[in-house]
């Protein structure tokens, strides 16, 4: 017997995509969207309530400026080699999107529960994102370079806060190829007894 409500959960889980920046057409997000998109962060599992996601929504100026920032820090981690194609595609990334979201996790001051949760539960808050990035027609993208991740200048960190990555998000024409992810028995064992 069919579940609609599962029915519907399973299609919008199973056809979420990676939309790269690259395939966006740069139309604004409007806030409204971001909102939605960072209010469903909010109901993510975390274990004693931390709450350890951070969220700095990069918009408008703050992209050209993201874009420069991440120029930048290539050339100065690539030194003299740097390739040209590797630059542009890394400031391109924040010029092509409609909107950036920095993921940030702040850590648990009295180091109360294991760091790896605090990362877990972002990644679910994550998850979430992009779940209704998708319901919204709107493609995402986690990314997490090195240049934006490691010594950041970039953002304004609180003690214990550390970055996670980029959320690339826009607007996309194109077609998003289909996946077919291995069966879950592969991946699955049964302990019986």
């Known amino acids: 017997m069919s579940?609609?409500?599962?029915?519907?959960?399973?299609?919008?889980i199973s056809n979420r995509r990676s939309i790269f920046p690259g395939q966006y057409n740069q139309?604004?997000?409007?806030?409204?969207?971001?909102?939605?998109?960072?209010?469903?962060?909010?109901?993510?599992?975390?274990?004693k309530v931390t709450e350890p996601w951070r969220f700095k929504v990069i918009t408008g100026?703050?992209?050209?400026?993201?874009?420069?920032?991440?120029?930048d820090k290539y050339i100065e981690k690539a030194g003299e080699g740097y390739s040209e194609m590797k630059?542009?595609?890394m400031k391109q990334k924040a010029l092509k999107s409609g909107a950036v979201i920095a993921?940030?996790?702040?850590?648990?001051?009295?180091?109360?529960?294991?760091?790896?949760?605090?990362?877990?539960?972002?990644?679910?808050?994550?998850?979430?994102?992009?779940?209704?990035?998708?319901?919204?027609?709107?493609?995402?993208?986690?990314s997490s370079p090195k240049v934006f991740t490691e010594n950041n200048t970039f953002l304004s960190l609180k003690p214990g806060e550390?970055?996670?990555?980029?959320f690339y998000m826009g607007y996309y024409e194109q077609k998003v190829m289909k996946r077919t992810p291995s069966e879950i028995n592969s991946k699955t064992e049964w302990i019986k007894e």
């Open 3 to 12: 579940n609609p409500s599962y029915d519907v959960l399973k299609e919008i």
């Open 27 to 47: 139309k604004e997000i409007s806030f409204v969207s971001i909102q939605q998109i960072l209010e469903s962060a909010r109901w993510a599992p975390n274990h």
């Open 61 to 71: 100026l703050g992209l050209e400026r993201l874009s420069s920032y991440l120029g």
């Open 87 to 89: 630059l542009k595609k």
């Open 103 to 142: 993921i940030c996790m702040q850590r648990d001051l009295t180091e109360s529960i294991p760091e790896w949760e605090e990362i877990a539960a972002v990644g679910c808050a994550v998850q979430n994102m992009w779940l209704t990035a998708h319901t919204l027609n709107i493609g995402a993208y986690w």
């Open 162 to 166: 550390k970055v996670l990555g980029l």
